[in-house]
């Protein structure tokens, strides 16, 4: 990938090329979102299993599998501070070590207290992505930032492949053994961290104390912005990914291992969506495809609501919604990108990925909730649409300035 000086640097054009290391460094940091995330989602898909091995409630399973999207939200905060910090080789090195305990545990217990317990500090994994984004980011120049970052956020497959292979292999080898083998997959990705991760030459240590960086941090209007969007869009994937297993189960009676497998599709197709949509940021407006994102999560949660037939019907609604939101993720992480001095990246993605996962937290309890109630899903889902198009018109008044929202074309090579 190349990129060219500005006009009036001082100097004549010059094609520089994204060095090699750059996409291996890449490559490591997907790699580690992607079993940091297969981790954070190993009760979510099982959440059948735990309802009647436990007798559950609604409303207690989507506590269960809601508490570990809790951690791994407010825990990207302190990740992404500790990342401008001490760089994002180590960080990553700690996050995928420390993940390692409460998934040998959640395998281990088999008593509800204990497993929200082990939930909570599985969220750990979940904080990895408060470490990729910075580390990233450092690696590419500015106009290629949006389809870096969104190539990272590809490692949100985890928690498809947790969706379709994690009951599939408890199914053939027992759940303690399933967490053994993320275990070692944690620790080998550990020692890989350390051995071959490399944070940019660009890299340097934030020597202000992590507390005001956070408070000059939330003092940025844009961090405001896109903690609102993506709440939205990946608050929205979290809810699904966590919960469709659930709702798949009740509201069709799918088996785990069934449910799972559409789950996996859903994700999957947010997979997809991801990079897509932070390409087009690099090539359009982040406001552009932010506002289509959100426009077709809006339209298609209310088909959602109407309960298509299985599955044609499920297939071609649950997908395209899956997909909207990718490209919502994939948009707010190109503004950020765009918008913020690489300095403060790190801080501010923990606190833009905190609020996205807080919005992924408090859905799946909502609608736990709506079906105790109502014995149906379509308020939630109606719930969803009302949220989207808000944010559309959100996203629409906030960024009409061109001040507020450059195009990529127009920034510096070197913000």
């Avoid at 088996?255 to 859903?266: C, E, L």
Wanted: charged share 10%; with cysteine; aromatic share 12%.
């Amino acid at each position: 990938m190349k990129r060219t000086r500005p006009a009036g640097s001082g100097s004549a054009s010059t094609p520089v090329r994204t060095p090699g290391a750059a996409w291996v460094q890449l490559a490591l940091a997907t790699l580690f979102f992607f079993i940091g995330f297969w981790a954070w989602s190993l009760i979510g898909p099982l959440g059948p299993s735990y309802a009647t091995d436990l007798g559950l409630s609604p409303g207690a399973l989507s506590l269960l599998v809601a508490v570990p999207v809790l951690v791994g939200s407010l825990g990207r905060i302190p990740v992404g501070a500790l990342t401008d910090k001490l760089g994002g080789r180590l960080v990553f090195a700690i996050v995928l070590f420390a993940t390692i305990a409460p998934v040998l545990f959640v395998g281990a217990v088999s008593s509800y207290p204990l497993l929200l317990i082990g939930g909570l500090f599985l969220g750990i994994g979940g904080t990895v992505f408060a470490t990729g984004v910075p580390f990233v980011n450092g690696w590419f120049p500015p106009e290629s930032r949006g389809t870096a970052v969104g190539i990272f956020g590809a490692g949100m497959a985890g928690t498809a492949f947790s969706a379709f292979f994690t009951p599939r292999i408890v199914n053939e080898f027992g759940r303690f053994q399933t967490h053994l083998i993320v275990a070692i997959a944690l620790a080998a990705c550990g020692v890989l961290a350390l051995l071959f991760a490399r944070n940019a030459a660009s890299w340097k240590p934030a020597t202000e104390p992590a507390m005001p960086r956070i408070k000059s941090a939330l003092k940025l209007k844009v961090t405001w912005q896109m903690m609102v969007l993506y709440a939205v869009t990946f608050g929205g994937f979290v809810a699904f990914s966590t919960y469709l297993p659930t709702l798949l189960k009740s509201e069709y009676g799918f088996s785990i291992t069934d449910a799972g497998a559409r789950t996996a599709g859903f994700a999957l197709a947010a997979v997809i969506g991801r990079p897509v949509g932070g390409w087009l940021s690099d090539k359009f407006h982040p406001r552009t495809v932010l506002m289509t994102s959100l426009a077709i999560t809006g339209v298609l949660a209310i088909a959602a609501a109407f309960s298509p037939k299985p599955d044609i019907g499920t297939a071609l609604v649950y997908i395209p919604l899956a997909f909207g939101l990718g490209l919502g993720t994939g948009a707010v992480f190109a503004f950020i990108t765009k918008l913020v001095e690489p300095a403060r990246v790190g801080t501010v993605t923990g606190l833009v990925g905190a609020a996205g996962g807080l919005g992924g937290y408090f859905p799946p309890l909502v609608m736990g909730l709506i079906y105790g109630l109502t014995g149906s899903y379509d308020i939630g889902l109606m719930l969803l649409s009302d949220v989207a198009f808000a944010a559309l018109v959100f996203t629409w008044l906030a960024f009409r300035n061109p001040k507020d929202a450059p195009l990529p074309r127009s920034l510096p090579a070197n913000p």
